[in-house]
């Protein structure tokens, strides 16, 4: 199992790192994120607000990579006839694609250093962290928090055969509930209950805190706790929806 694990990471990279789609992508996306973030909160704002904004962009860049780039994974496995031999494998299917996730959400660690080195020099937005060691520890618990969620929603394109359009469909709704585009305090109330039940919002927090102050143990002890949530009901919806995609027959892109 370790070794399925390990193997998978390393496949992953080496095609991420092969793809052109996915290099311009982690290239160009923070660095749009990150300015479209600083003029729409404007130079009034506070530094501290300005980095939070910036976090947050990296965060967005980091759930939009592990929701697209695994979508697009699960797309190349069905064109490439793969899929059903994973599938059939003997190693479970959570073992084959949640390095997939975890390595997707690690590529965008790119994403979040490309953002802070953009803010800082092309904005002027200070770099300091108030926390450190915390924020050292925040970033690997929000990836494989969102890595995890990603799994979760991996199990949906072992399903549908349209998976990429479908993981364009879930990058914005999630970015909007878990308070990455607008604050929380602006949606309706129903809406943070759902937040809580996201990765994302707890990564984005955990990282936000280490940097511009708060206590961020907390999110990364929610971070840690909604991983370990996510694996059984992960377990649960790849199983079912396997066994769904081979009655249907739909494992196949034609």
Do not use: K
């Not at 479209?36 to 530094?47: D, K």
């Not at 976090?55 to 797309?75: C, F, K």
């Not at 955990?206 to 143990?217: L, S, Y």
């Amino acid at each position: 199992m370790i070794r399925a694990l390990v193997t998978g990471m390393r496949v992953q990279l080496v095609q991420l790192l092969r793809s052109a789609f996915d290099v311009t992508a982690m290239l160009v996306w923070p660095i749009v994120y990150a300015t479209v973030a600083y003029y729409l909160l404007g130079r009034q704002e506070t530094p501290h607000q300005l980095l939070g904004a910036a976090i947050a962009s990296a965060v967005m860049v980091m759930w939009g990579h592990v929701v697209i780039g695994s979508a697009n994974a699960l797309d190349l496995m069905r064109q490439a006839g793969t899929l059903e031999l994973m599938v059939a494998a003997p190693v479970p299917l959570a073992a084959v694609l949640s390095p997939v996730m975890v390595t997707n959400a690690a590529f965008g660690l790119y994403g979040l250093v490309v953002t802070l080195l953009w803010s800082r020099f092309a904005f002027g937005i200070p770099l300091t962290l108030a926390h450190p060691l915390a924020f050292v520890l925040a970033i690997p618990a929000c990836v494989v928090a969102i890595g995890s969620l990603g799994l979760v929603v991996a199990s949906t394109f072992v399903l549908y055969r349209a998976a990429f359009a479908l993981g364009i469909a879930l990058q914005y709704p999630v970015w909007i509930v878990c308070g990455l585009l607008v604050p929380l305090s602006a949606l309706p109330g129903w809406v943070g209950p759902i937040s809580w039940v996201l990765a994302p919002t707890w990564g984005f927090r955990a990282i936000e805190r280490a940097a511009v102050g708060g206590n961020p143990w907390e999110p990364i002890a929610l971070c840690v706790a909604v991983s370990a949530a996510y694996l059984a009901p992960s377990a649960v919806f790849l199983r079912v929806f396997e066994q769904l995609a081979r009655s249907r027959a739909t494992l196949r892109l034609a």
